[in-house]
């Protein structure tokens, strides 16, 4: 079993900036795909960001909405990934998940959100125009 444990969510104004972190405890091992989805209200859940570690190699992906926006890392030793949020939109409004999955997820995979095994229990992101 892995836990996640989500922090940084808040309510700004349009053109801010947020940073959203989340820890991961239990099982969790050092190859490992973490990251972010969204669900805004009446919307299905969306791919938002994923960093893929494995092998000591680590690669990142990101939804189209916002790619160059957006910035995800991670600090292994704390076993937390962030998402560095600029330049907020309305559209960004969002409770944001955490997401753990295994480091051998392929590439078309990773924004699918059944390739996840462990959600956290989501953060809210308001942004207002």
């Known amino acids: 079993q892995v836990q996640l444990v989500e922090s940084g969510g808040g309510f700004v104004q349009t053109g801010d900036s947020l940073r959203l972190s989340c820890t991961a405890s239990?099982?969790?091992?050092?190859?490992?795909?973490m990251g972010w989805f969204r669900q805004a209200p009446g919307k299905e859940r969306e791919f938002v960001a994923v960093?893929?570690?494995?092998?000591?190699?680590?690669?990142?992906s990101y939804a189209s909405s916002v790619r160059g926006r957006f910035a995800i890392s991670r600090d292994n030793t704390k076993k937390t990934v962030y998402l560095e949020m600029n330049t907020l939109k309305p559209e960004d409004t969002a409770v944001y998940y955490c997401?753990?999955?295994?480091?051998?997820?392929?590439?078309?995979?990773?924004?699918?959100?059944?390739?996840?095994?462990?959600w956290g229990q989501g953060t809210q992101v308001a942004v207002s125009s």
């Open positions: 239990g099982q969790s091992g050092p190859n490992n795909v």
């Open positions: 960093s893929r570690r494995r092998s000591g190699n680590a690669d990142t």
């Open positions: 997401v753990y999955g295994r480091g051998s997820l392929i590439s078309s995979s990773l924004s699918d959100p059944q390739s996840y095994d462990y």
